[in-house]
């Protein structure tokens, strides 16, 4: 038995499932010796206020065993969580403690509401592991969840609702709507980035390293009144090859403000006089000359805040913290900076990746350089000098302090074993596309450290590779989040080939471009199959999802005459469980994805299935129960957001199958027969 302490208010749901004993037909809820008296009070609470439906079913049928053991929590809910131990729910609970965290006061029963949810959700009918890791301000779904029960039951209580999730806000926009914004957010901050040991992607797509050390310019305009970007980057310790990001610093003049990592500890300084900065998770700051610093907090793969400096013109900086482990750098320039000759190692912003590496002086290295071509022709180019400098020094100190141009010293390649290992770690990571991940194995290969695999893994959700430095360009095939661009013309079709794995989902999606109407794409089969049949569209148009029932080749076929731009991106693929008769259905369904819950219908039965709660109205959201063949046999398929029957099915196997075209959303439902 393993158990899982968190230091949060009612914390999250379980980690290690030992076993797979089956859960017994009708559970109940038992405690240790220390909890039975306060279960006995809580239950009492529980018979005439139970609104989530949760203490009925704990003990009800299909559900597995609760055990409640007793803990010693501390008064921030430090040592409350549950766990999954040989099919078993187990959850750790102080009958005694009284929590304040967050904002509010919870009840032992309010904890004992929260972590009932939890149980809920990991017994045999819950949700998918995958979706409840999901994040939003850096709150797992599962903990959105617990909260939201936790609410209901509060306000039952006659109390306000809790607001917050250890720091992270919680509510009171929906989790799906939480992830749209961070999405909106995401689509600008994702344009570029420096992170990991370092590798820069710029705005075009362009993916190469700069192992150097010392500061540099990594954007700058002729734009008066928009701030330029500086990074600097430091050894590894006890490394002569892998560094990292360990300040970044945005200005104009004496209006600049800065980022400085020393010995894992951020600073933020603002101003000439380099003033120190403080700004809690949530709030925003205002500093001289209108410039903002927000902080939020920075996600699972990241260590303490993710902070946004908004700059008058509009233009944004956006820093990570990965403690120990540096920064993660990204910028967004306003809509005039970006048209007024934009440059530095975040490349040109004009949507061509073969003149990103341009020099100060306007000279364009080839993308498909050698490394140390690029370094020494392209990344020597942008260090900045003293007078250039944005960044504070402590007496003494200089940006000559932090320059090593010996760095780094050429290393042999890695052992096969060493490089397989890193793979795996990067994949376990969600890393997707081959650039990314090149660049994941080799920070992991080098340093050691698999943190760095989460950090590759964000940005390549975030960002789409479209050129790999040292190769030729658009040398690259098509796959999960890459896109490809380009011209195509009526004599000639233009052909991606790629693979694909059986099960995989993809949401290909297309840029319109002036051209758009005259162009049509599709996916063809060599050696695959597809789950569903596959048509072309014109290039203004989402081919949308594509899923692949069989392992192998497949091509990307581009026909017509003009310009076309064309993207995967990627899902966690078509989701199967066990549909709960006798509780609330709920799920979060991604764009492109299908989630299908199976039951089994027996001579006589009429099924109805009723939306519970508030409902996303957005296109494409709809439900339907299908065979097994996946055949709807004259049922129909209906608005998710309206009633589905009552149905009278024919002995048999089922799903509901419920979609959502081109976006996410969540469902909640009951089901009842007769």
């Known amino acids: 038995m393993k158990r899982r302490s968190c230091a949060v208010l009612a914390i999250c749901a379980l980690t290690a499932i030992a076993g797979s004993a089956k859960p017994t037909a009708l559970a109940d809820v038992t405690a240790d010796s220390g909890s039975e008296p306060g279960l006995a009070a809580c239950e009492k609470v529980f018979a005439t206020t139970d609104p989530a439906g949760l203490w009925r079913q704990a003990n009800g049928p299909g559900t597995p065993p609760v055990r409640i053991e007793t803990t010693d929590v501390d008064a921030d809910g430090a040592g409350t969580g549950t766990s999954v131990v040989e099919g078993q729910v187990i959850i750790y609970w102080d009958p005694s403690q009284v929590i304040t965290k967050d904002g509010i006061t919870a009840s032992p029963c309010e904890v004992l509401y929260h972590e009932l949810q939890h149980a809920a959700?990991?017994?045999?009918?819950?949700?998918?592991?995958?979706?409840?890791?999901?994040?939003?301000?850096?709150?797992?779904?599962?903990?959105?969840?617990?909260?939201?029960?936790?609410?209901?039951?509060?306000?039952?209580?006659?109390?306000?609702?809790?607001?917050?999730?250890?720091?992270?806000?919680?509510?009171?926009?929906?989790?799906?709507?939480?992830?749209?914004?961070?999405?909106?957010?995401?689509?600008?901050?994702?344009?570029?980035?420096?992170?990991?040991?370092?590798?820069?992607?710029?705005?075009?797509?362009?993916?190469?390293?700069?192992?150097?050390?010392?500061?540099?310019?990594?954007?700058?305009?002729?734009?008066a009144d928009a701030p330029k970007v500086q990074i600097r980057t430091a050894p590894v310790p006890d490394s002569q090859s892998a560094s990292m990001v360990t300040a970044a610093a945005v200005g104009t003049g004496d209006e600049r403000v800065a980022f400085v990592v020393d010995n894992g500890q951020l600073t933020i300084s603002h101003g000439a006089k380099h003033e120190a900065v403080t700004i809690d998770r949530g709030s925003t700051t205002t500093l001289p000359g209108g410039v903002t610093v927000s902080a939020a907090a920075a996600g699972e793969v990241f260590v303490g805040n993710s902070y946004t400096v908004h700059w008058p013109d509009g233009s944004e900086l956006y820093v990570d913290e990965s403690g120990f482990w540096g920064l993660r750098v990204s910028f967004a320039p306003s809509d005039k900076a970006k048209g007024d000759k934009p440059r530095g190692l975040f490349g040109t912003l004009n949507g061509d990746p073969a003149d990103d590496l341009t020099r100060p002086d306007g000279r364009v290295v080839p993308v498909n350089s050698p490394d140390d071509v690029i370094r020494s022709q392209f990344g020597d180019a942008w260090r900045i000098s003293q007078g250039e400098s944005l960044f504070p020094y402590s007496p003494g100190q200089s940006t000559d302090t932090f320059t090593n141009r010996a760095f780094p010293v050429p290393r042999p390649p890695f052992s096969p074993a060493v490089t397989d290992q890193a793979r795996q770690v990067c994949t376990s990571a969600g890393v997707i596309g081959d650039a990314i991940l090149a660049a994941c194995v080799f920070d992991v290969s080098t340093t050691g450290n698999p943190a760095l695999a989460g950090t590759a893994a964000q940005v390549s959700r975030e960002?789409?590779?479209?050129?790999?430095?040292?190769?030729?360009?658009?040398?690259?095939?098509?796959?999960?989040?890459?896109?490809?661009?380009?011209?195509?013309?009526?004599?000639?079709?233009?052909?991606?080939?790629?693979?694909?794995?059986?099960?995989?989902?993809?949401?290909?999606?297309?840029?319109?471009?002036?051209?758009?109407?005259?162009?049509?794409?599709?996916?063809?089969?060599?050696?695959?199959?597809?789950?569903?049949?596959?048509?072309?569209?014109?290039?203004?148009?989402?081919?949308?999802?594509?899923?692949?029932?069989?392992?192998?080749?497949?091509?990307?076929?581009?026909?017509?005459?003009?310009?076309?731009?064309?993207?995967?991106?990627?899902?966690?693929?078509?989701?199967?469980?066990?549909?709960?008769?006798?509780?609330?259905?709920?799920?979060?369904?991604?764009?492109?994805?299908?989630?299908?819950?199976?039951?089994?219908?027996?001579?006589?039965?009429?099924?109805?299935?009723?939306?519970?709660?508030?409902?996303?109205?957005?296109?494409?959201?709809?439900?339907?129960?299908?065979?097994?063949?996946?055949?709807?046999?004259?049922?129909?398929?209906?608005?998710?957001?309206?009633?589905?029957?009552?149905?009278s099915l024919a002995p048999g196997q089922y799903s509901v199958r419920i979609q959502a075209g081109g976006t996410d959303a969540d469902y909640h439902f009951t089901v009842k027969q007769s």
């Open 121 to 223: 959700d990991d017994g045999p009918n819950g949700l998918p592991r995958s979706e409840l890791d999901q994040t939003c301000n850096g709150v797992k779904y599962a903990e959105w969840r617990a909260v939201a029960a936790e609410n209901m039951f509060r306000r039952a209580t006659g109390l306000g609702d809790r607001k917050a999730y250890n720091g992270g806000k919680v509510g009171p926009a929906s989790f799906q709507d939480c992830r749209k914004q961070e999405q909106q957010n995401n689509k600008k901050k994702g344009s570029n980035s420096a992170f990991g040991d370092p590798h820069i992607t710029t705005t075009d797509g362009l993916i190469y390293d700069v192992q150097q050390v010392g500061e540099f310019t990594a954007y700058t305009s002729d734009a």
């Open 463 to 647: 960002q789409t590779i479209t050129a790999v430095a040292g190769e030729p360009l658009n040398a690259k095939g098509f796959g999960p989040g890459l896109s490809v661009s380009g011209a195509v013309h009526n004599d000639q079709p233009v052909t991606y080939e790629f693979t694909a794995k059986a099960g995989q989902v993809a949401d290909i999606r297309s840029v319109c471009t002036p051209a758009g109407k005259n162009i049509r794409y599709t996916i063809s089969s060599s050696t695959g199959s597809f789950a569903d049949p596959i048509g072309g569209v014109d290039g203004c148009t989402d081919l949308g999802r594509v899923a692949f029932a069989g392992a192998g080749s497949y091509q990307l076929v581009i026909t017509g005459d003009g310009q076309y731009g064309i993207s995967w991106r990627t899902t966690p693929g078509d989701i199967h469980r066990n549909l709960n008769q006798t509780a609330l259905n709920a799920g979060h369904v991604n764009a492109a994805t299908r989630h299908y819950l199976a039951f089994t219908v027996t001579p006589g039965q009429t099924w109805t299935f009723t939306p519970d709660g508030i409902c996303n109205q957005v296109n494409g959201f709809e439900w339907s129960v299908v065979d097994t063949s996946g055949a709807l046999n004259d049922r129909g398929i209906y608005d998710a957001c309206d009633p589905m029957g009552p149905l």
